[in-house]
């Protein structure tokens, strides 16, 4: 029995960082700004940085360095890419049973081009990471008092093979769809929403979901917050992010800081949140934990290098600020 199962992507990624591309100011862009560069130039490179990624393996390592026993379900090549996931897996002492090696695609890639205020755009060869395969997906081996679920490529029957699976188990669903699975609308989604103890979003997915102006925090709350059985939590970016749960509202602030680079901030938060839920209980709490662990992510370069080792100290939490409508 494992404390948490994992399920998404696990990707190969690759930090571009430079401080030549230009940042314009975009209405349209989710941080607000777009990353320019000259077609046809040679463009000097500040850093470059190879690690492994992806939402399931960035919040089972956030899991097992807070202590809990932790198995990843995704689905990688046999190629390079899928071994150093596989290696960097095992070096957390995290179960790799649930890793699938397929011949067919190859590892999924990340190329994230990183500005010099640490705002980046990921480009995304989904590859492997879209073809996990539901049918020998080994649940008797699996079971778990808590599931972690990240985007799985919009694969419907997996998602239900999931919450199915959740249910004969009695398991506990923390839920963190992607564009795929968030494309099929509330009403669709409604029934397994419902099945949901903690539903995570950032402000624009909230806002597709709700059908609530991105700027309407207040609307996504209302509209969405009775949906999972136990919490609703909205990340924001540098604005922070906010938990609704039983009719109360939570909002905490970002650390202030020097941001290296942003990627994997959303899934430490996450994780960071749902295994302080695990353990501790208490909403509030939660939040300090995942907030916590997105700084220290944001402050390296790469999603898991940061992640912190080991639960925060009462200290470390009482840094955080809190406050609730």
């Not at 950032?202 to 309407?216: F, I």
Request: glycine fraction near 10%; hydrophobic fraction near 40%.
């Amino acid at each position: 029995m494992f404390d948490v199962v994992t399920i998404g992507a696990a990707t190969r990624d690759i930090f571009v960082r430079s401080k030549r591309f230009q940042n314009v100011p975009s209405d349209s862009a989710p941080d607000g700004w777009n990353a320019c560069l000259p077609l046809g130039a040679k463009i000097p490179i500040d850093e470059l940085v190879f690690e492994t990624g992806g939402g399931a393996t960035n919040a089972a390592v956030t899991f097992r360095r807070f202590g809990l026993k932790t198995a990843c379900v995704s689905c990688v090549g046999d190629d390079t890419g899928g071994r150093e996931i596989l290696t960097q897996l095992k070096a957390e002492k995290i179960d790799t049973r649930g890793v699938q090696r397929t011949m067919a695609h190859r590892t999924a890639y990340s190329i994230i081009l990183v500005a010099g205020t640490g705002n980046r755009a990921i480009l995304v060869a989904r590859g492997a990471s879209a073809h996990l395969d539901r049918r020998t997906i080994d649940w008797q081996a699996l079971r778990s008092r808590w599931i972690y679920f990240t985007s799985v490529a919009g694969k419907l029957a997996l998602i239900q093979d999931v919450f199915a699976h959740a249910r004969t188990s009695l398991a506990r669903v923390a839920w963190n769809p992607g564009n795929l699975e968030i494309a099929f609308g509330r009403k669709k989604l409604l029934p397994l929403l419902l099945q949901t103890d903690v539903l995570i979003l950032n402000r624009e997915e909230a806002a597709e979901l709700s059908d609530c102006s991105p700027r309407d925090l207040s609307c996504m709350c209302k509209t969405l917050g009775s949906l999972p059985r136990r919490v609703l939590v909205i990340t924001d970016g540098s604005r922070g992010a906010s938990a609704t749960a039983r009719g109360v509202t939570w909002h905490v602030a970002a650390m202030k800081g020097k941001v290296v680079n942003t990627t994997g901030a959303g899934d430490a938060f996450g994780s960071g949140c749902v295994a302080s839920l695990m353990t501790d209980g208490d909403i509030s709490t939660a939040l300090r934990v995942g907030t916590l662990n997105a700084f220290s992510v944001v402050r390296h370069m790469g999603a898991q290098t940061g992640i912190v080792q080991a639960y925060p100290s009462a200290r470390g939490l009482a840094r955080v600020h809190i406050t609730s409508t």
